[in-house]
């Protein structure tokens, strides 16, 4: 299975911040790799997919980035309502996996 | 737009088997999969399996012994059935339509494995 590595675990940043997050595959994935927000008790919302591209309707502060192993998540940013715990995707081999999350606080 | 919304017990006895149905609505699974992901506090986000429109599947093989997913004719229902839960399988049961992503998600349904 392709494991996904995510860090930091959790972080808390000012309103106005710039906040990176990376994920890290255990082998090459390309950009088979997408990003998502679990805001508390919903579901997790498509973010970005194919490493950098903006799903439709989403504020163009959320950047992706990265292919091969090494890929990163960028709010350029930082705003009240992107509190939440942001996940990667991996659909380059089945088992298709999620890293471990990152948590986002304000 | 597409909605999916799961449906189901909240509550399983052990060894017995955890039944849902994603309802789609707005739209169907044609040209896509409905995918099954559940969540725990502990193991954090799982895929457990995936059947296309044409009926082709794909499952966790971590769970594939015990799941079986299905889809209807009209393409806009799709179930899970697992056999011989634990209260290991006790999670937020998501249901989602996919391709390389999972869009749109449903809400999420809390099974509990319990006596």
């Known amino acids: 299975d392709i494991q996904l590595t995510q860090s930091p675990s959790s972080l808390s940043a000012s309103v106005g911040d710039r906040v990176t997050i990376t994920c890290q595959a255990s082998?090459?994935?390309?950009?088979?790799l997408n990003w998502y927000q679990q805001k508390p008790g919903k579901a997790p919302k498509l973010l970005i997919y194919d490493a950098s591209t903006l799903q439709t309707g989403v504020p163009s502060r959320f950047t992706g980035g990265g292919f091969g192993t090494d890929f990163s998540f960028t709010i350029t940013s930082l705003q009240p309502e992107d509190i939440g715990t942001f996940y990667c995707?991996?659909?380059?081999?089945?088992?298709?996996?999620f890293g471990g999350g990152t948590k986002v606080e304000i | 737009q597409v909605q999916l919304q799961e449906s189901g017990p909240g509550l399983v006895k052990p060894s017995e088997t955890l039944s849902l149905i994603c309802t789609v609505s707005g739209g169907s699974v044609s040209g896509y999969y409905g995918s099954w992901i559940r969540q725990t506090p502990g193991k954090g986000l799982e895929w457990i399996a995936s059947i296309y429109y044409t009926g082709r599947t794909s499952y966790n093989p971590s769970l594939k012994s015990r799941v079986s997913i299905s889809l209807d004719t009209s393409k806009t229902q799709f179930s899970l059935n697992l056999t011989s839960v634990t209260a290991a399988d006790t999670a937020v049961y998501y249901c989602?339509?996919?391709?390389?992503?999972?869009?749109?998600w449903g809400q999420g349904t809390l099974v509990t494995v319990s006596s």
């Open positions: 989602a339509r996919s391709g390389d992503w999972f869009d749109p």
């Open positions: 995707h991996q659909y380059d081999q089945l088992p298709i996996t």
């Open positions: 082998q090459d994935i390309g950009n088979s």
